[in-house]
C-alpha cells in the first residue's frame, strides 16, 4: 500500500491514523483555509463537509467565532471530531452525512477540505452543496491539485469547469495554491 493511500481510509483505524497525522502537518494543511475563511469576513452559521477528525472545525469555531455544523460520512470520523471538540471544549455539532445527498439547511458560509476528491460524483456533490447556501452566501473549497508530477486531487481545469457548473453565482474565484493545492470561493446571488 502506497503512504497517500494509507491516509485514504477512513473508518476505524483508517479515521484515528488520519487523525494522527493531520494533528501534526495541521498547520500547512489548513494553512490557506484559515487564511481565506478569515478574509471572507462572514458571520453567521457554516457548515463544514467531509470535516474528517473536526481539526479544522475547531479552529475555524475558535479562531473566527461562528457557529458550526460539520458532517462526515465515516462514523469513526465523527466519533474522534466530537471527542476532539470536547478536549477543546469548543461547541460543533458533529453529524453523520453525505455531502451528496444529504440536506443540513442554509447557511452564510459552506467549506470543505481535501474531501470533494473523494465524493464518487463530485459535480453532485458541490450542487448540494450549493443548495445549502444562503442567498448572499457563500461556498468555499479547498482540495489537492492533480498535476503531472502529482496523482492526487483534481486537475485545475475540471475543479474550474465543476464551479463554472454552478447556476445564480455572482462572482467565482479559483486559484492555484502553494503547494499542490486549488481553492475555489463562489458567491451566491441575491
Ligand atoms: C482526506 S479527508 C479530509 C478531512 C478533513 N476535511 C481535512 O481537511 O482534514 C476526506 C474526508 O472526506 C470524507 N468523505 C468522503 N466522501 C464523503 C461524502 N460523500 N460526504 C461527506 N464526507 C465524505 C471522508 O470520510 C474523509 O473524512
New binding site residues.
Given amino acids: 500500500m502506497g503512504i497517500l493511500e494509507k491516509f485514504?481510509r477512513?473508518e476505524g483505524e483508517g479515521a484515528k491514523r488520519?487523525e494522527k497525522a493531520?494533528s501534526r502537518l495541521s498547520p500547512i494543511?489548513?494553512h490557506h483555509a484559515i487564511h481565506d475563511l478569515r478574509k471572507l469576513g462572514m458571520k453567521g452559521r457554516y457548515l463544514e463537509?467531509?470535516?474528517?477528525?473536526g481539526?479544522?472545525a475547531v479552529k475555524v469555531a475558535r479562531e473566527l467565532g461562528v457557529e458550526i455544523v460539520a458532517?462526515?460520512?465515516?462514523e469513526s470520523?465523527i466519533e474522534i471530531a466530537k471527542k476532539q471538540a470536547e478536549r477543546e471544549r469548543i461547541s460543533i455539532d458533529f453529524r453523520v452525512?453525505?455531502?451528496?445527498n444529504d440536506y443540513f439547511g442554509e447557511y452564510d458560509v459552506v467549506y470543505?477540505?481535501?474531501?470533494l476528491h473523494?465524493?464518487?460524483n463530485p459535480e453532485r456533490?458541490l450542487k448540494n452543496l450549493w443548495k445549502m447556501v444562503k442567498r448572499g452566501g457563500i461556498l468555499y473549497i479547498l482540495d489537492a491539485r492533480r498535476s503531472r508530477f502529482f496523482g492526487h486531487g483534481l486537475r485545475f481545469e475540471d475543479f474550474k469547469q465543476l464551479f463554472e457548473s454552478l447556476t445564480n453565482t455572482e462572482k467565482v474565484e479559483i486559484k492555484k495554491r502553494f503547494p499542490l493545492m486549488v481553492s475555489a470561493i463562489a458567491v451566491k446571488g441575491i
Fill in positions: 485514504e477512513f488520519y493531520v494543511l489548513y463537509a467531509g470535516c474528517g477528525p481539526i479544522l458532517f462526515d460520512l465515516s470520523m452525512g453525505d455531502a451528496e470543505s477540505t481535501f474531501s473523494h465524493w464518487s456533490g
